[in-house]
């Protein structure tokens, strides 16, 4: 199994901070990454695909770079819609595998 | 797009569990297009269950490939996933969603029904 660690997996923050989420990966993923946003009681959202490709309606604060193990999702002044609990997922494998979470709270 | 998950809250250990996943907004019979299934339990992270295609291709998780089944009727744009043996630590949140249509190998889920709660207890 591939594993995805995040880091960290609480963050706390203000409106307007930029925040940094890392997702590790156990081998190589090329660009094989996707990045959601969970609320509590509700479904995920798909944000990112391919580690930098923006889905249909996500704004544009948000971005994600990296290739290879380490990926970085990046949210560029924070929003008050924002905090939420964020999953990166490979897949490179047919055994997709998510991160642990990261909570973004606020601060 | 939109997907809706059925089946009961609460079933005892040992018992099979079966889900439907209800859509609407597209076809399972159009190329490319796929379903698939995502547990949460509680407080914890995302577990990729299954995913079925539109030409009757299933994946499935490894760990619980032996307990997993899916299925589709496309006259009535239904998935149903049954899980066997479950016990407690089979409590989550089971979610359907859609697969994003791409190349291979992207299975990314751009469309995600609400999800339902399933308690084992007996």
């Known amino acids: 199994d591939i594993q995805m660690t995040q880091s960290p997996s609480t963050l706390s923050a203000s409106v307007g901070d930029r925040v940094n989420i890392t997702c590790r990966a156990s081998?190589?993923?090329?660009?094989?990454v996707a990045w959601y946003q969970q609320k509590p009681g509700k479904a995920p959202k798909l944000l990112i695909y391919e580690a930098t490709t923006l889905a249909t309606g996500v704004p544009s604060r948000f971005s994600g770079s990296g290739y290879g193990t380490e990926f970085i999702l990046t949210i560029n002044s924070l929003q008050p819609d924002d905090f939420a609990t964020y999953y990166c997922?490979?897949?490179?494998?047919?055994?997709?595998?998510f991160g642990g979470g990261t909570k973004v709270e606020i601060k | 797009i939109t997907l809706s998950e059925s089946g009961p809250t609460l079933v005892k250990p040992t018992q099979t569990l079966t889900l439907t996943c209800t859509f609407s907004g597209f076809s399972l019979t159009t190329s490319g297009v796929g379903v698939g299934w995502v547990r949460q339990p509680p407080g914890k992270a995302l577990e990729w269950l299954t995913l079925i295609y539109w030409d009757d291709d299933r994946r499935y998780n490894p760990t619980l490939r032996s307990r997993l089944t899916v299925t589709k009727d496309t006259s009535k744009n239904q998935v149903v996933l049954t899980m066997s043996s479950m016990e407690p630590v089979d409590t989550a949140t089971y979610f359907c969603?859609?697969?994003?249509?791409?190349?291979?190998?992207?299975?990314?889920?751009?469309?995600w029904g609400q999800g339902t709660v399933v308690t084992v207890s007996s």
């Open positions: 081998q190589s993923l090329s660009t094989w």
């Open positions: 997922q490979q897949y490179v494998t047919y055994l997709l595998t």
């Open positions: 969603a859609h697969r994003m249509l791409g190349d291979y190998p992207t299975i990314v889920f751009d469309s």
